[in-house]
């Protein structure tokens, strides 16, 4: 039995005289099927939709034969995400996450039996660490739950359901073939713009206005994520002996930090997600008592007692300090560190303190030689920042600087000073200029 028609299993599949896959399905069996596998909602959105333009190129990769995605939600338990005792919070996300992805896998399955290739990428952990501290994500499902009309994204950039809220979670599954019905985006956005994610968050990085201050989250509120562990890896590493550990690290820090070792990562904060009170079903409560309302769900969770993780010299920490002066402030080491100059370039924007930016406007090119070639311009000014690819316009400084010695600075492993006597850096205009913009980050 050399030749592969002759193989017993490829005899016996052409004796079923199996019939072609399908190339589409119908949506409204589609629909049927996703709800019986246990999916709160669903919808449906076209690999070649304009939305998918930012996820397609990694959609391919990881299933070239994606022709449309299925978006699911998955409901939390309102009251548990509410509790101002986190491990009640922190289960629901844990336990929540785990039936997206076996909702995920049963609908596979399914579309199996029909003869439907399918793949569900997980909804959250494991990630692609190799990649890290850039995108290890899979796949960005929040865009995909707008376009497939699961909800908006809220002010506090989480989407909302229009009768859930934003106590879902969400997941989606690759199919290779077309639906005959695609979904599309809700007419209209459920946040109620109450702001009341703003007054809960307890880093500030919520902002009245639309803004948001990345770095001031995720440095809080995924603590016990990735950078969060490499900074105590590092903290460990940096101690002589274990007095000097404790006298950075507490007993309870310690063993928080195990647990989610042992359990899952827990978020310290996602209190924007507790105080919402929009979607049709849990805005009951906020209609009928505004003022009781806050008391109950918002007011314990600005009044506890917490230590709060903030960087030195952030927004984040001026704000706890002033705001919730009976919060334990704690200085922790960077998070946003790249380890590429693209990374260094994408993750300015999440970096940018805008309240360490006051008063400053200015324009900076940026010229980076040796093994990874980059220019780029970035504009601060009225406490926004702006970065382009190129060197655009004219400039108030010019920086030009190695690759590999400027990542070094980044990583605090260099001095610019030393930088600048060694000619790794050079700069063209105002020194002060160069100064303020460090200013702007942590």
Not at 175 to 197: G, Q, W
Not at 245 to 273: I, T
Request: hydrophobic share 40%; aromatic share 8%; proline share 7%.
């Amino acid at each position: 039995m050399n030749r592969l028609e002759d193989h017993p299993t490829v005899v016996a599949n052409k004796a079923k005289n199996n019939p072609s896959p399908p190339v589409s399905i119908d949506a409204l069996e589609l629909h049927r099927l996703c709800l019986e596998a246990g999916a709160a909602d669903v919808g449906f959105v076209g690999l070649n939709r304009p939305e998918m333009d930012n996820e397609r190129s990694d959609i391919l990769r990881i299933f070239p034969a994606t022709r449309s995605l299925i978006c699911i939600v998955c409901r939390m338990n309102p009251e548990s995400v509410r509790s101002p005792a986190r491990i009640m919070a922190n289960h629901e996300f844990h336990a929540t996450g785990d039936e997206v992805n076996d909702v995920a896998r049963r609908i596979v399955a399914r579309l199996s039996e029909l003869g439907i290739r399918a793949l569900n990428p997980p909804m959250a952990f494991p990630m692609e660490m190799d990649k890290f501290p850039g995108k290890m994500w899979s796949i960005s499902l929040k865009p995909l739950a707008v376009a497939a009309g699961l909800g908006h994204m809220g002010l506090h950039r989480n989407v909302i359901h229009p009768k859930f809220g934003n106590f879902i979670l969400l997941g989606t599954v690759l199919i290779d073939v077309a639906v005959s019905e695609e979904s599309a985006p809700i007419d209209y956005n459920p946040c109620l713009t109450c702001k009341l994610c703003v007054a809960a968050c307890p880093v500030g990085a919520i902002s009245p206005d639309g803004e948001f201050n990345f770095s001031s989250c995720y440095t809080h509120n995924y603590r016990e994520f990735m950078s969060g562990f490499t900074d105590w890896v590092e903290v460990i590493a940096g101690s002589p002996n274990p007095v000097r550990y404790r006298d950075k690290v507490s007993d309870s820090e310690s063993a928080s930090m195990w647990q989610s070792l042992a359990f899952g990562p827990n978020y310290k904060a996602a209190y924007c997600l507790s105080a919402c009170p929009a979607g049709e079903d849990v805005i009951s409560p906020f209609l009928q008592d505004r003022s009781g309302f806050i008391s109950e769900v918002v007011k314990p969770l600005q009044q506890k007692e917490e230590t709060i993780y903030v960087q030195p010299r952030s927004d984040a920490e001026a704000y706890v300090r002033k705001r919730f002066p009976h919060k334990h402030v704690k200085q922790v080491g960077a998070v946003l560190r790249p380890v590429s100059i693209p990374g260094f370039i994408k993750l300015m924007r999440h970096g940018f303190q805008p309240g360490r930016s006051k008063g400053l406007s200015a324009r900076y090119h940026f010229r980076f030689t040796g093994q990874q070639p980059a220019e780029c311009t970035v504009t601060i000014c009225d406490q926004k920042i702006k970065v382009e690819d190129g060197l655009q316009g004219d400039c108030d400084i010019r920086i030009t600087a190695s690759s590999r010695g400027w990542l070094r600075l980044l990583r605090k492993e260099a001095s610019i000073g030393w930088l600048l006597m060694t000619m790794q850096v050079r700069i063209w205009g105002n020194p002060k200029l160069l100064a303020a913009f460090g200013n702007c980050f942590p």
